[in-house]
């Protein structure tokens, strides 16, 4: 009769403590799997609207750049062949994304190129010359034909290009010719990894696609994929004109986490109607959930079985003490945040109990791990602000409170002029303490409800609460503090640096009902600081 009650009371005892581990692994994992996957989603979701924008800002920019070489007197009126190819070489040496630039006669022979290249070659039959002399012509990505044997290829792969020209009109009106450029398409990757270095530890195995509409062929991406068609749902939502994420099966077979955005292109310039996609493998999104789902329940396993051979020894003993932690387990299965009792006066009880209390406070701390988890993934390691994944759910919030109180959002866009020297000069080491030191400033010049973000590199987002009446009165007095603070000099390790601060602002819903919009403003105002003369706060303006 003993020996069957110190049995059953072993497994009994084993039988609770498992499945105490057991409601707490399925619990956590399956919150943990749908939040892991949100907030994942919502960063790959960022990355490539980031992706897609910073494609078509470069696009925009070499666009302008022709437009305004097309307008000079010396293209206009090509009679000094020397000046017209020190003009092109100047653009070249200043932009070495121009892999070739030409101006061509009405009949398409090139009359000057960079670096006398193609200089006297018949392009008439080439897109870049028959769209050109049309008025205006932006080519998607294409193979070199004429140039590939002028230049070396990388990778033994193809050189590819994207061709940009213009019309030239002379000041008496009459047309001259062609101003034509092939922009070499490696700019990309360089976009491409800027764009993943802020998140390759965070998110490892991310990569970038760009699709082109023609036939979606991937223009950008892992090599073996590079110039085939691909078909899926993401890409036809972000035809759409849809920026979201969802769980696709790829051509691999295998399931992924994929992000997706439109390329709709950048202020005057139209685009070209690509797609950008970001996907990371969802066995590797789901890896952390897996690992302490797996750690639980080892822990419980064993925990199970300690306690089953402790039970058996000392049964006898411990019979009605362990009636009352076993009711206790059944009251912490049920919910109920109860504490397993403490018994005195027997050692092996007080070790018994102790234990169980231990466990329950383990797992507890288990728990409370995750919570930290789930914090650190809303924050920037390296400066303590709030990241982009924290971004939607504080903006969420915000918008919530403020539309309650009949207030607006004003969105801050910010980053320091003169950073990169900074990391040149004196190393990143010095340059991550001068962003740690930026991020005190920072959160120096806010209120506590306000919240301060590190969008990445040394890009950073503040979100005021401001009145409705007139959101950029404070606005602008909050921005101005923060270029005062910042331009304060910076003692690190024995050195003093400064720098500067140019701030975009951008109000909520004044300016947009949709804080991505307002967000996107907010840069492009930086931008007209920044071209500006720096240093300074400049708002977005609502066209009405």
Known sequence: ?????????????????????????????????????????????TVSYQMADKLDFFMWSRVGEMDILSQLKDIKNPNDKTEVQKLLDQLQNSFPAFTWVGLTDVHGKVLVG?????????????????????????????????????????????????????????????LIGVLAAHLSWEWSSQVQKDIIKPIKNDIKGAEIFVVSKKNNTVILG?????????????????????????????????????GYAYGNGYLDYPGLSWATLVRIPEETALSPVKALQRSILITGVISALIFAVIGWFVAGFITNPLQQISNTANRLLAGEKVEIPFYKGIKDIE??????????DSL????????????????????????????????????????DLGRSLTFLYLDLDGFKQVNDLYGHHIGDMLLQETANRLKSCIQGDEGAFRIGGDEFLVVLN?????????????????????????NLKNNQIEVGCSVGGAVWPQDDAEPIAVKRYADEALYVSKRTGKNKVSFHKLNK
């Open 364 to 403: 507890v701390r288990t728990v409370s791990d995750l919570g930290k988890m789930e914090n650190l993934a809303h924050h920037d390691t390296l400066t303590g602000l709030l990241n982009r994944i924290a971004l939607d759910e504080y903006l969420e919030r915000s918008m919530k409170k403020a539309t």
């Open 466 to 490: 401001t009145s409705s009446e007139d959101p950029q009165l404070r606005a602008k007095a909050v921005g101005e503090m923060i270029i005062n603070s910042l331009n304060q000099p910076f």
């Open 222 to 258: 892992p090599r073996k994929m590079v110039g085939k068609p691909l078909k899926l749902k993401s890409i036809q939502l972000a035809r759409k004109g849809q920026n979201h994420w969802l769980l696709e099966t790829w051509p691999d077979g295998k399931k992924y986490m994929t």
């Open 351 to 360: 070790i018994l109990s102790l234990s169980l209390r231990e466990l329950v």
């Open 114 to 174: 960079t670096n006398k290249i193609l200089a006297g070659v018949d392009i008439s039959n080439r897109p870049v010359f028959q769209q050109g002399i049309k008025g205006s012509f932006i080519g998607d990505v294409h193979n070199a034909v004429l140039l590939a044997k002028l230049f070396p290829q990388k990778n033994g792969e193809p050189l590819q290009f994207v061709d940009i020209s213009k019309a030239i009109v002379g000041e008496n009106g009459k």
């Open 1 to 45: 009769m003993n020996i069957k009650l110190r049995t059953y009371i072993a497994i009994i005892f084993a039988a609770v403590i498992f499945s105490l581990t057991t409601i707490l692994t399925i619990s956590i994992g399956n919150h943990s799997s749908q939040k892991v996957k949100s907030e994942i989603g919502d960063t790959l979701s």
